[in-house]
């Protein structure tokens, strides 16, 4: 039983990591309605980033350092993306969408593989965040609780922005009635790149705290677009709280599975996605649609 806590605990924290990039993944689609399959990209590019800001700045700062800067870069791509790519798409099927963000997915897969090779990367852990912490069952690192306490805050901050502010209620507008919206004089454009900005930074820092605690390496953004598949239909596609609770099912459930069956850990979600499908396909948090 000590055992499972410990993992249950781990189960949360990787769950609160990829609620940073599930929730970016969810809010566009909320807002946009566009289903950005590259948006897993700009998490391990941030950790790309992440690498070679600390390799520049040293082990001392060079983290840190990275947890302001790459999130920032992966924030601009992300705009790049939506002006370059997706404002041709707004109006069009979410099959032309789910196409061009595979395409982009590659294309910047391709990037990655040209600027930083093939090997995994990884990153040296901050002196003040090496260590662990005696829990029951075992140690809990001190990076695992790091994951927690940023990805808590940054969801603080999420739901400020969202329900607490002028802009957050410019953005819900906008995922109501973009005509309405418009007709009000806000600039409906610079809230569409916003909104791509903002979701790409937030995947950003989810790909720069995972790099503490996973190596970086070409191709766990394919593996991340079925987690987010699978987070979205969990907790409901367009819903942030959703997000989080999908997210955080995914983590604790994935955790068990490995002290279970470790082989098969990802099967156990899976069959609570079709569980889900079968008798909630809008998911927990989701409105249903007709």
Not at 147 to 173: E, H, N, Q
């Amino acid at each position: 039983m000590d055992y499972l806590l410990l993992q249950i605990m781990a189960g949360i924290a990787k769950g609160m990591n990829i609620f940073l990039l599930s929730a970016g993944f969810t809010i566009i689609y909320g807002v946009l309605r566009v289903v950005n399959l590259a948006h897993p990209s700009l998490y391990l590019m941030s950790g790309y980033f992440a690498f070679s800001i600390t390799q520049v700045l040293g082990s001392k700062i060079g983290y840190w350092g990275a947890l302001v800067l790459a999130p920032i870069f992966s924030a601009i791509i992300g705009m790049i993306v939506e002006r370059v790519v997706f404002r041709t798409v707004y109006d069009k099927h979410h099959y032309m969408q789910l196409i061009l963000g595979w395409g982009v997915m590659l294309i910047l897969g391709d990037i990655m593989k040209l600027t930083w090779g093939v090997s995994p990367k990884s990153i040296p852990v901050p002196a003040i965040l090496t260590g662990t912490i005696e829990v029951p069952g075992g140690s809990f690192p001190y990076t695992l609780i790091f994951a927690v306490m940023i990805s808590a805050l940054v969801g603080l901050g999420v739901y400020l922005l969202m329900y607490r502010s002028r802009l957050g209620t410019l953005i819900r507008a906008l995922s109501y009635d973009e005509e309405a919206t418009q007709a009000l004089g806000v600039r409906v454009n610079l809230l569409w790149i916003f909104v791509f900005g903002f979701c790409s930074w937030l995947a950003g820092v989810g790909g720069t705290v995972a790099s503490l605690f996973t190596s970086i390496r070409l191709g766990a953004d394919q593996e991340l677009v079925l987690i987010c598949f699978i987070v979205v239909i969990v907790g409901g596609l367009g819903s942030t709280i959703g997000a989080l609770v999908g997210s955080l099912i995914f983590g604790v459930v994935f955790s068990i599975g490995i002290l279970v069956l470790p082989r098969y850990a990802l099967v156990f979600m899976y069959v609570i996605m079709v569980i889900m499908l079968i008798i909630r396909p809008y998911g927990l948090f989701g409105k249903k649609i007709g």
